[in-house]
């Protein structure tokens, strides 16, 4: 079994850079189709074309709908065929730049993702989650390769909600974790290979810089500036933690987080605030050094990511509905199946119950 690792072509961060979006973007064609929301459009249209005059680059732009479904990436499609454009980006966050990626492969054509959020570690990978037009999961697309370029700028990523930046943390937190867990099972990473030192090394990379970085990038966030440490975590939430994830593998944490999805209540949460706490319970299945999981329990409670049920909204823990969310995390397909040994749902249960017991432990110190 071969080794493999993704990664975008390019990966470029600063502060400013959506000006020269049309700068990169001309090594790859002629004409850009950007697809955008309208309020992200009011936001970057004035940089992107300012930039655009300075280059070969003519652009135009598509309003999102909203969904990332069939129907919406048909229309992109032909959008794109109609007015002669050969390549295409996706500005704004995961729904758009999952369509941008879909039209892409369909069309055959160059694809520039630009986050204005840090909230996951998807922009970089090979995938597109593609939704029905009520927004109901359909299926995942495996893409046979990564966007060519993944452009962020920086200044307007630490102007997002702080809230979006440290979910972002919590998905990254998750990474090396199950890294560590797929290396030890010799599991497959998400592109069908065996990981290699580099995936591992960034995943490392990943962990470190959130230890020393998250809780001044989390408060630096609130204020809504860009600091030193707001670009060390924009770095590990997207490039770091996306190479980790898709070349490294996932495990237990994002099994639980799908088996949470299940709780209506825990809806309202974001995507890496449940990776978060599926973090802690994965620590505690493993029955990781107590060392490690005060490290994590601390700094999760530092940068606000949920420790407990009640902070993911269960106020009211059902043992029905959380054995439930441990059989949905166990079932066979998903993650779990990648931890270095068997997981029963009884042994997800007692985790979970575990991880919250020891969340509440330390938020009453
Ligand atoms: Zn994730």
């Not at 300012?50 to 003519?58: F, L, N, P, R």
């Not at 032909?78 to 941008?100: L, P, Q, R, Y």
């Not at 990511?305 to 043992?319: F, H, R, S, Y």
Request: hydrophobic content about 45%.
């Amino acid at each position: 079994m071969a080794q493999i690792i993704a990664s975008p072509s390019r990966y470029i961060q600063g502060k400013g850079e959506i000006r020269n979006l049309c700068s990169y973007a001309q090594n790859y064609g002629k004409k850009l189709c950007i697809l955008v929301s309208a309020s992200g459009k009011k936001r970057v249209e004035t940089a992107i074309t300012e930039g655009q005059k300075d280059t070969g680059v003519t652009v135009i732009f598509k309003i999102f709908n909203g969904e990332c479904c069939m129907s919406e990436i048909n229309r992109i499609i032909e959008a794109v065929k109609a007015a002669g454009c050969d390549m295409i980006s996706g500005v704004g966050g995961g729904k758009i730049h999952d369509t941008a990626k879909a039209v892409g492969y369909y069309a055959g054509i160059p694809v520039v993702i630009v986050p204005t959020i840090a909230s996951t570690d998807a922009p970089c990978s090979a995938l597109s989650v593609i939704y029905s037009e009520e927004g109901i999961f359909e299926k995942y697309l495996f893409l046979p390769s990564s966007p060519n370029i993944v452009l962020v700028d920086t200044d307007i990523v630490s102007k997002a909600p702080a809230r979006l930046l440290i979910s972002g943390m919590g998905d990254a937190l998750a990474t090396y974790f199950e890294a560590r867990a797929c290396r030890q099972s010799d599991a497959l990473n998400c592109v069908g290979g065996k990981s290699t030192l580099a995936a591992m090394a960034l995943a490392e990379l990943c962990y470190d810089t959130l230890m020393e970085n998250g809780v001044s990038a989390a408060i630096a966030a609130e204020q809504k500036v860009c600091t030193k440490a707001v670009e060390n975590v924009i770095e590990a939430n997207t490039y770091l933690s996306g190479i980790g994830f898709e070349s490294g593998g996932l495990a237990g944490a994002h099994a639980i987080h799908n088996g949470l999805t299940a709780i209506k209540e825990t809806h309202e949460m974001y995507h890496g605030e449940k990776v978060a706490f599926g973090t802690l319970v994965q620590l505690v299945l493993e029955n990781a050094d107590m060392e490690e999981i005060e490290e994590v329990l601390e700094f999760c409670q530092a940068v606000g990511l949920p420790t407990t049920l009640a902070e993911l909204g269960i106020m009211e823990v059902k043992p029905e509905e959380i054995m439930e969310v441990a059989r949905l995390a166990a079932a066979e397909g998903d993650t779990l199946g990648n931890m270095p040994f068997d997981v029963t749902p009884e042994d997800v249960y007692a985790a979970i119950m575990a991880a919250d017991a020891l969340g509440r432990c330390f938020t009453e110190e």
